[in-house]
């Protein structure tokens, strides 16, 4: 068995991605209470004083965690975008990596909702979340320009969309909803936001 020495070195690599995996890691497996800027360098094998090179501090790491998730959602929306299709399956469409995405990064989601209103939170992180919650504003204001759906303002019907998005998600991580019943629950879900629950 091989011993690390007492002394990490300093120099990594890449560090700040090896810190970011790691964190990611912790996170999954042990909740955001869990993550430690000292256990992370044990565990990336970095003297405890390195990860300061890249995060001031815990507040930091987690601002780059979600900014990181921020940035991987909207890869995934703007994978499952075309704007050829109709709106109910191009909404669909949306709506599955959404929760893909939920489904399979839960806590990451979750660190993602509760940094973007923080104080110290970059303009990075701004512009992240108008790229994946501004992305579903242009489809709904694309489909109120084509007619297909109530005036009102793009705001307020995003709102809606989210809300009904991010309440699956939420069943999903507090087990009230299995992954796959909410995945094959998405068609359901955007046709009755679409055309409401009044007979028709």
């Known amino acids: 068995m091989v011993h690390m020495p007492e002394s990490r070195p300093y120099h990594h690599g890449d560090l700040r991605a ?12 042990k909740g955001v209470g869990a993550l430690s800027l000292r256990e992370l360098a044990r565990e990336v094998g970095v003297s405890h004083a390195a ?3 890249h995060f001031k501090d815990k507040q930091a790491l987690l601002n ?11 890869r995934a929306l703007d994978t499952a975008e ?3 299709l109709p709106l109910e399956p191009r909404l669909t469409a949306l709506a599955r990596a959404y929760l893909g995405f939920a489904v399979d990064n839960a806590e990451l989601l979750e660190l993602m909702y509760a940094r973007k209103h923080d104080p110290e939170a970059s303009e990075q992180m701004a512009a992240a979340v108008e790229r994946t919650v501004g992305g579903l504003e242009q489809v709904l204001t694309d489909a109120q320009r084509r007619g297909e759906i109530i005036e009102g303002t793009p705001e307020e019907l995003n709102l809606v969309t989210g809300a009904a998005l991010h309440g699956m998600a939420a069943f999903i ?10 995945l094959a629950g998405v068609e359901g879900l955007v046709h009755h936001l679409l055309n409401g629950l009044k007979p028709r």
């Open 18 to 29: 090896a810190l970011l995996a790691a964190a990611e890691r912790t996170l999954r497996e």
């Open 82 to 84: 075309d704007p050829a």
């Open 51 to 53: 990860p300061g090179r």
């Open 173 to 182: 991580a507090g087990g009230w909803l299995t992954p796959e019943a909410a």
């Open 64 to 74: 780059a965690l979600a900014l990181a998730g921020y940035e991987r959602l909207s």
